[in-house]
């Protein structure tokens, strides 16, 4: 974990204290429009950007898995473990490439292979298209011969809800389940209807119930929002396996990863919880320009060495 001194840390607009590269980070988006906002078109092109202060991860290689339409990130010394990474972009926006240092810098934190698959976005592939491709992803994994136990399944924003939900069709399918499941701030009521939607509203620079219900329209079409395989609040949490759950302070959808934890934990699993004081949506993205993000990452490649366990003759 990354350690913050306070004279490296200024109070953002809500008091909290985060460090200076996050407060000159907030400022740049609070200034800039809100991409949920924007045309589709515009959107979508923007979301091919959104790791653009991140930095390049080091001891990493990265190969294309043309099964997938993905990529993978290998890290020099290799754990065994694998994540099978779906990136968010609420349902309409994203690709492999735009997560690609993420994936890069989990596969360095944690050890494993990192598997970044694509999947059919809305709207012109509603729902359940994507769960189909998530799952298909992960049988891929399993018959290229990565044992269930030692893959991790991880999402962030919408891709986070969609963990939660694969591992759900998993289950209901009674395949061979994960080691774990990590989320980071995950999407996960597409009903949008957690206390933080309003709690949050005047702190969130970057996410509106406005914009998430619209996107929630085109990947439902004429499925409920509380639906479970596409809402994952809305589910029976029992025999999943155990979770890490991540979620920015400051973000509408904060209450999303608090409902995951909660139910998984009241089913019998294990479940954690890290909400991160001052932080944005999806803020460990930016690895290496935020030291919250690194600090962010090494919390999950620690939780992902000690689930995603390789099995051994």
Request: net charge negative.
């Amino acid at each position: 974990m990354v350690n913050i001194g306070a004279s490296d840390c200024e109070p953002w607009d809500n008091g909290v204290m985060v460090s200076s590269e996050a407060t000159r980070l907030w400022a740049q988006f609070a200034a800039a429009p809100k991409q949920i906002d924007l045309p589709l078109r515009e959107r979508r092109a923007a979301g091919e950007q959104a790791e653009s202060v991140t930095s390049e991860p080091d001891g990493v290689r990265y190969e294309s898995v043309p099964e997938v339409g993905g990529l993978v990130a290998i890290p020099e010394h290799g754990s065994g473990g694998s994540v099978l990474y779906l990136f968010g972009g609420g349902y309409v926006l994203g690709s492999p490439a735009s997560r690609r240092k993420t994936a890069g810098h989990v596969a360095g934190a944690s050890g494993a292979r990192v598997v970044v698959p694509d999947y059919r976005l809305a709207p012109e592939h509603p729902f359940p298209a994507a769960v189909d491709d998530a799952v298909a992803a992960y049988r891929h994994m399993l018959a290229s011969g990565a044992p269930a136990e030692s893959i991790v399944v991880m999402g962030d924003s919408s891709g986070g809800g969609l963990a939660v939900a694969t591992v759900l069709a998993l289950r209901d399918t009674e395949d061979t389940l994960p080691g774990g499941v990590v989320t980071m701030s995950a999407w996960a009521d597409l009903r949008c209807a957690g206390a933080s939607m309003d709690s949050r509203a005047d702190v969130d620079i970057m996410a509106t119930r406005e914009g998430l219900l619209e996107m929630a329209g085109w990947y439902l079409a004429k499925t409920p929002a509380t639906a479970p395989p596409a809402s994952p609040v809305y589910a029976d949490f029992a025999r999943l396996p155990p979770l890490l759950s991540l979620a920015g302070g400051d973000e509408v959808l904060l209450d999303d990863s608090v409902r995951l934890m909660r139910g998984f934990g009241e089913a019998g699993s294990d479940a954690t919880l890290f909400i991160g004081g001052g932080m944005q949506h999806v803020w460990p993205t930016w690895a290496g320009a935020l030291p919250e993000a690194d600090a962010a990452i090494q919390l999950i490649g620690d939780w992902v060495r000690a689930h995603a366990r390789p099995v051994t003759s």
